[in-house]
């Protein structure tokens, strides 16, 4: 079994089809191996790798202790362990993403028995929900009805007690977790996503659709890190849902949508969806653009909601969804930016960092990906601060220097005369100004 995005044991059936084919030859063991794909790993940042260590260390604990961990490019390491176990075949998850299905077809050609792909991250599968013509959605509310239609299987069920795990050669160790200074992350792995899950479905579920916009509150599940690395699997969440519950079911359907859209895309990794953005748009340049990614990713824009938000991501390696699409909005429209910067500097930090979701979650706010009303929706930063954080607590919490402002008075800080005593930053940009020029420069690609 050569886990990858999949770091648990329950509800997975690969596992099973692992320790199936095991118990029915004259060898029962079954190998659970992870590759430290030396590619994938140094284009994650520490916060990322830290948590992978850490999902690691879970697994292993479930497994006894007999997680094999080597390190070194997959082609070469599944084909070697194979011949090393003389295993029938090895199994894995399908992996959708552009990297993930050329490395799987190498391994596959390099491997003396059959690489066997069962199931996926997904409820359904990427490319199996198309529309009537059999071509791929890029509007989600058609495909979030198409999905629904299509349905998805139960949870499969917990592996049997009594598998027999085996580590044919040395394992190479555990790979070194970075140093994160003050940054917590929180626990790992398929207890600790279970146990959440629960509290929150116990909890918070029936008033997620009021909440789930407001950063200052627990209003989210906070359970993207666990289905970035497959600690639980979102088939597992649905099966516990209601008919009341669709505006999370939702949420996880964008997830799916934007998996599907990379893997019907593949270009779409690093190239918009819409082309003339590439192409034809006028961005910001030179040291100007710099100086100014460097101001929004170290939260000085001078815009307290924005600036929260990306304090939030650099304090603890994830960012609340609304606010996400306000600093992304600001980025490519107040600052005239293209959305690949702010996507890499996003990968950087999040502890979920998946390249569909948020390459596409990027490319919607930009208006180059899949909004059906694309570019014409600028987000105002002060308008959103007021709406999702009405009292001003959620940019109390990260902007130190506006601690001293009262409730909404946090996110005006211009209008207060004592807004800038404690060295809050002045506005980099005016927003108004920005946004014409936005849409002008819109208006002119368009014709
Ligand atoms: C610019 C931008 C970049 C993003 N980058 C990522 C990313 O790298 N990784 C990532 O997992 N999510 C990304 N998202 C989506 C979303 O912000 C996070 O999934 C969400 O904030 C995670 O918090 P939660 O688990 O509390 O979400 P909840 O609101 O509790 O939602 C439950 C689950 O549904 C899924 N989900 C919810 N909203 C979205 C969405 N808009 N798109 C895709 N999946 C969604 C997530 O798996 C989430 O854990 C991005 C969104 C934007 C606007």
Redesign the pocket.
């Known amino acids: 079994m050569w886990f990858r995005r999949d770091l648990r044991l329950g509800d997975n059936p690969a596992l099973l089809a692992a320790i199936e084919e095991a118990g029915s030859g004259d060898d029962p063991r079954v190998v659970p191996l992870f590759v430290v794909d030396p590619v994938l790993w140094q284009a994650s940042g520490p916060v990322r790798k830290a948590y992978l260590v850490d999902a690691l260390r879970s697994l292993d604990d479930s497994l006894g202790g007999q997680i094999l961990i080597q390190h070194g490019d997959p082609v070469d390491v599944v084909p070697a362990i194979a011949r090393a176990s003389g295993a029938t075949s090895v199994h894995v998850a399908a992996d959708f993403g552009p990297y993930g299905r050329r490395r799987d077809d190498a391994v596959e050609a390099a491997l003396r028995v059959p690489l066997v792909r069962t199931g996926s991250p997904y409820a359904v599968a990427p490319g199996r929900v198309t529309k009537d013509d059999g071509t791929p959605f890029r509007v989600f509310t058609p495909f979030w009805k198409a999905w629904t239609r299509h349905g998805w299987r139960g949870p499969a069920g917990a592996p049997p007690t009594d598998v027999e795990w085996w580590m044919p050669v040395e394992c190479d160790g555990f790979p070194d977790r970075p140093d994160l200074g003050d940054l917590e992350l929180p626990a790992a792995g398929e207890q600790a996503a279970r146990a959440r899950w629960a509290a ?1 479905r116990d909890q918070r579920l029936a008033a ?1 659709p009021e909440s ?1 916009n407001r950063p200052d509150l627990p209003g ?5 890190h666990h ?2 690395w497959g600690e639980i699997h979102p088939r597992t969440m649905l099966a516990e849902l209601g008919q009341q519950d669709e505006v ?1 079911a939702k ?2 359907c ?2 799916e949508f ?1 998996a599907d859209v990379l893997a019907t895309a593949p270009k779409s990794a690093h190239s918009s969806l819409d082309q003339r953005y590439d192409d034809d748009m006028r961005w910001t340049e030179g040291a100007t653009a710099r100086a100014m990614l460097a101001t929004w990713a170290e939260g000085r824009t001078g815009y307290p909601f924005v600036d929260a938000g990306m304090r939030q991501l650099r304090a603890e390696g ?4 609304r606010v ?2 306000v600093v ?1 909005s600001f980025l490519v429209k107040d600052l005239h930016l293209p959305w690949q910067l ?2 890499r500097e ?2 950087h930090w ?1 502890r ?3 390249l569909a ?2 390459v ?3 490319q ?2 930009a208006g180059c990906g899949t909004d059906a009303a694309p570019f014409y929706r600028v987000f105002n930063p002060i308008l959103q601060g007021q709406k999702f954080d009405p009292d001003g607590e959620y940019v109390r919490r990260y902007v130190p220097e506006l601690r001293h402002l009262p409730g909404a008075a946090v996110h005006e800080p211009w209008n207060d005369p004592a807004g800038y005593r404690h060295g809050y930053p002045q506005r980099v940009v005016d927003h108004a100004v920005e946004r014409g020029v936005a849409l002008a420069d819109f208006e002119a690609i368009k014709r």
């Not at 994830?318 to 969804?321: D, E």
């Open positions: 929150f997620y789930r989210t599940s906070v359970m993207s289905l970035r999370f949420e996880l964008w997830r934007y994830w960012m609340h969804n996400r699409m992304a702010g996507a996003f990968m999040l979920d960092g998946d979701s948020n596409h979650g990027w919607w706010t």
